[in-house]
């Protein structure tokens, strides 16, 4: 399971590091977008709101790939994974697959590394101030 866990975070790593930096270096051609969709991305890219998402997908993708932070960078690629999903279900179905896998592969990442996230869903009883 362990060598599972490496190589998932490697692929997610890496997928997010070289899509992220496209929007930097423009090294990948962006297929040209119409409706809804295009007008999204389009908005997202004139607002400078697309460099800002890609700079957490090249840190959390970094994160992920040195391996020493891993859950930090799942929780900075969660809310971009999120929207990847929503963006696919409501705007695009042909990337919905690849979506879904990113998904999954995320899931499977987040549940390896469950013991970092248990503090944020264990109960805890806080002293208030008129306690003291």
């Known amino acids: 399971?362990?060598?599972?866990?490496?190589?998932?975070?490697i692929l997610l790593g890496l997928m997010f590091v070289v899509f992220g930096s496209n929007a930097f270096l423009h090294f990948l051609p962006m297929p040209e977008m119409?409706?809804?969709?295009?007008?999204?991305?389009?908005?997202?890219?004139?607002?400078?709101?697309?460099?800002?998402?890609a700079a957490f997908q090249i840190a959390g993708g970094a994160l992920l790939l040195i391996g020493?932070?891993?859950?930090?960078g799942l929780t900075l690629l969660g809310?971009?994974?999120?929207?990847?999903?929503?963006?696919?279900?409501?705007m695009d179905q042909s990337g919905l697959m690849m979506a879904a896998i990113v998904s999954a592969v995320?899931?499977?990442?987040?549940?390896?590394?469950?013991?970092?996230?248990?503090?944020?869903?264990?109960?805890?009883?806080y002293v208030s101030v008129n306690e003291l």
Not at 1 to 9: D, L, S
Not at 35 to 52: C, E, R
Not at 106 to 125: E, M
């Open 34 to 53: 119409s409706g809804p969709a295009g007008d999204f991305i389009g908005s997202m890219a004139i607002t400078g709101y697309l460099k800002v998402i």
């Open 79 to 90: 809310p971009v994974i999120v929207n990847i999903i929503l963006y696919h279900v409501f």
């Open 1 to 9: 399971m362990k060598v599972a866990t490496i190589i998932a975070r």
């Open 106 to 125: 995320s899931l499977f990442l987040l549940w390896r590394y469950r013991t970092a996230f248990l503090p944020l869903v264990r109960p805890r009883r």
């Open 68 to 72: 020493r932070y891993v859950p930090l």
